[in-house]
């Protein structure tokens, strides 16, 4: 569902109390007031949730199911700018086993915005998160807020970044750290110096196997790292 006149509580009006059967959900520049006594309906059975373009200065607890713990899956899509509202969103699906963290903004500008309120300068603390998939340059303030434990598999696409590999430099290492699986799906032009990739595969210590296209495998291939570190290497 799209909002693009605001009318959020309207919207809300013509829903029933509950959708039994509702599994996925897209919500894209939806409005409201924080304190709404408008609810989005019960959806008991809701297993993925995609999110496009934030929802500045607005609480999702005043508007969401409060436990929404089914949802296994959520996709969060930005093509206006990050910015602090985004992290209590996130934070919201804090029992989901994939994100998906998506830039749309022209050119992966990765343009972020800070506010300096208390919730959304918070951590999204996802305890049970065991894949992330990125598309884009997600911008770093968005990439050092999110805590995954048990992060086990990482997927980098380029998205409308130019030079692709510039993608990995806003991936922090600390969030890596459990990792075992990659998959990158960048271009590295030949004269390209792959310095941001180096970055990442050195700076995951448990990684055991990596999807990416013959080039990365050449450039990797040629620092030695399979043999060295047991790494599994798989062609796209």
Known sequence: MENPFNDMPVVATLLPPSLERLEYLFLKGFAFENRSPIRFPQCPRLKEVHLANHFEGVSPKYFLNRHPTHVKKLTYTSDTGWIDHDIPYIQWFHAIRTLVLEDATPNSSSEYTCFEEP????????????????????????MHRLDAPILRRVEIAAGNSV??????????????????????????SDDETPQHLQRVICGVPSLTSIFGTSRICELLAGEGWFTERNIIYHCL
Not at 173 to 181: G, K
């Open 119 to 142: 919730e959304n300068a918070s951590i999204a603390h996802l305890r049970c998160l065991e894949t992330l998939k990125l598309k884009g340059s997600i911008p770093l303030e968005i």
């Open 163 to 188: 030079p692709q590999s510039h993608v990995l430099e806003t991936v922090p290492l600390v969030l890596l750290r459990p990792v075992t699986e990659m998959e990158i799906s960048i271009c590295i």
